[in-house]
Nanobody
Framework: QVQLVESGGGLVQAGGSLRLSCAAS????????MGWFRQAPGKEREFVAA????????YYADSVKGRFTISRDYAKNTGYLQMNSLKPEDTAIYYC???????????????WGQGTQVTVSS
């Protein structure tokens, strides 16, 4: 079992930055992928970014490429999502998840955090 706890959400003005953290506990296998997904009101959950736990390879949705950076601290079992140049359309609940490739398929992630709200005002 893996437990995930997100933190770092909040309210920010357009153009601002936030850093989300995802603290993982339990058995973290090196084959895992850590992903970030988000869900806006009335919309389906969508892939944001992912990182392979062992090698640190990263993947991004086109909508956040160049603005968001995913990383992980292997020793601390913690993942991060640095979000810069935020836009109102980034407003959503952000979830971290642990699972397997393909990284953009939410169905491949058996473990999920509780989510953290990110609100970007215009």
């Amino acid at each position: 079992q893996v437990q995930l706890v997100e933190s770092g959400g909040g309210l920010v003005q357009a153009g601002g930055s936030l850093r989300l953290s995802c603290a993982a506990s339990g058995r973290i296998f090196s084959s895992y992928v850590m992903g970030w997904f988000r869900q806006a009101p009335g919309k389906e959950r969508e892939f944001v970014a992912a990182i392979t736990w062992s090698g640190g390879s990263t993947y991004y949705a086109d909508s956040v490429k160049g603005r968001f950076t995913i990383s992980r601290d292997y020793a601390k079992n913690t993942g991060y999502l640095q979000m810069n140049s935020l836009k109102p359309e980034d407003t959503a609940i952000y979830y971290c998840a642990a699972g397997f490739s393909p990284y953009s398929d939410s169905g491949r992630y058996p473990y999920w955090g509780q989510g953290t709200q990110v609100t970007v005002s215009s």
